[in-house]
T-cell receptor, first 113, second 117 residues
Framework: DAGITQSPRHKVTETGTPVTLRCHQTENHRYMYWYRQDPGHGLRLIHYSYGVKDTDKGEVSDGYSVSRSKTEDFLLTLESATSSQTSVYFC????????????FGEGSWLTVV | AQKITQTQPGMFVQEKEAVTLDCTYDTSDPSYGLFWYKQPSSGEMIFLIYQGSYDQQNATEGRYSLNFQKARKSANLVISASQLGDSAMYFCAMRVSMDTGRRALTFGSGTRLQVQP
């Protein structure tokens, strides 16, 4: 158990509304990531963070923003949700660079109608 | 381009038999890591095994072993003595350098394994 909690676990929202997903970790891990999972695509990196206020874009960052004001929380925001953002969102952590194990949260199922 | 390819969308195996799930990768980075994850129907991503690019020996974790062939750029997962609980989606992933020089995982599209009694 890597102490990762995602919330909400399930959400249905309307097109055009903002949505924030939260990833909370209890073990002071420095590196955190947001991925989305869609059929046929595996997991794709949205944004990642190497520490407080230190974030970078991944391969599918359009339409998403992130914030990390505390080590333990990494927030993913959909500024104006679209149906193409219906997906399963996973948060992940690694303890420090070079560490050979990356753990995932349980996932957040988001449906945009 | 840095890429992971899993060419088997689905696999069947008889209980108690061994099965190999294929994974090939492409990277120009001399230092990289290869991972396998299991995703059961409940949805969570479970870490199985890791192989570093400089590791001399193939990684093993219980019934899981990673057949690492660096020259061929392949990192196949071998599951010995399959169990019904092994039925799941399996993802190969590689830790690669992003444009920023920082590292993150890139994933293959997955292989669905079904273990038959």
């Amino acid at each position: 158990d890597a102490g990762i909690t995602q919330s909400p676990r399930h959400k249905v929202t309307e097109t055009g509304t903002p949505v924030t997903l939260r990833c909370h970790q209890t073990e002071n891990h420095r590196y955190m990531y947001w991925y989305r999972q869609d059929p046929g695509h595996g997991l794709r990196l949205i944004h990642y963070s190497y520490g407080v206020k230190d974030t970078d874009k991944g391969e599918v960052s359009d339409g998403y923003s992130v914030s990390r004001s505390k080590t333990e929380d990494f927030l993913l925001t959909l500024e104006s949700a679209t149906s193409s953002q219906t997906s399963v969102y996973f948060c992940a952590i690694t303890a420090f660079a070079g560490r050979n194990t990356i753990y995932f949260g349980e996932g957040s199922w988001l449906t945009v109608v | 381009a840095q890429k992971i390819t899993q060419t088997q969308p689905g696999m069947f195996v008889q209980e108690k038999e061994a099965v190999t799930l294929d994974c090939t990768y492409d990277t120009s980075d001399p230092s990289y890591g290869l991972f396998w994850y299991k995703q059961p129907s409940s949805g969570e991503m479970i870490f199985l095994i890791y192989q570093g690019s400089y590791d001399q020996q193939n990684a093993t974790e219980g019934r899981y072993s990673l057949n690492f062939q660096k020259a061929r750029k392949s990192a196949n997962l071998v599951i010995s003595a399959s169990q019904l609980g092994d039925s799941a989606m399996y993802f190969c992933a590689m830790r690669v350098s992003m444009d920023t020089g920082r590292r993150a995982l890139t994933f293959g599209s997955g292989t669905r394994l079904q273990v038959q009694p």
